[in-house]
């Protein structure tokens, strides 16, 4: 009604049957702004802005153990005073999880066939000028040290023999 020219809120009322208080709050949203969308600018702001938002997923990305507790000290070095409740809330929204990795075997049944066929194939090699080192690392509990992730669940070495 508004860009057909019509102007009084009484005549809009009674064409359109819309409430009268509603035709006022309409037509003053137009005259001040030029539109009846929202103005926005309702509740309290953010604590975590868009650019705490990327160095957070940076620093989840640099290390996926890192706990809610040192993130928001992170935060807080950087001007941003969050609970590390708020850090996890945020995380949860923008997507990321955290568990444990799933465990996996650190060799396949095809793996040690190959090495058992390897071994067979040079077995009257001469060894003498070989050198062997072992830099094997052994966990001997379980691995407690839950993960960040998004999408899905990342996978770990679990060695069985």
């Known amino acids: 009604m508004w860009n057909e020219g019509v102007r009084d809120a009484n005549e809009i009322h009674r064409r359109t049957n819309i409430p009268l208080s ?3 709050n309409n037509l003053k949203k137009l005259e ?4 009846v969308q929202h103005a926005g600018g309702n509740g309290r702001p953010r604590k975590i802005t868009a650019n705490a ?6 620093y989840v990305r640099r290390d996926s153990s890192i706990s809610t507790r040192t993130l928001a000290t ?5 001007g941003i005073e969050v609970s590390y409740r708020t850090v996890g809330r945020h995380l949860a929204d923008a997507g990321y999880s955290k568990s444990l990795p799933k465990a996996t075997p ?3 049944n095809d793996h040690k066939r190959k090495r058992v066929e390897w071994a067979e194939n ?3 090699d001469k060894w003498n000028k070989t050198l062997f ?3 094997t690392a052994f966990q001997l509990f379980r691995n407690m040290v839950e993960r960040w992730y998004k999408g899905e669940r990342p996978t770990r070495p679990m060695p069985k023999d």
């Open 22 to 24: 509603t035709v006022y």
């Open 53 to 58: 938002s990327k160095a957070l997923g940076q």
């Open 133 to 135: 080192s072992d830099e």
């Open 122 to 124: 040079h077995l009257n």
């Open 106 to 108: 650190m060799l396949t």
């Open 74 to 78: 992170k935060l807080s070095n950087i």
């Open 32 to 35: 001040k702004s030029g539109t």
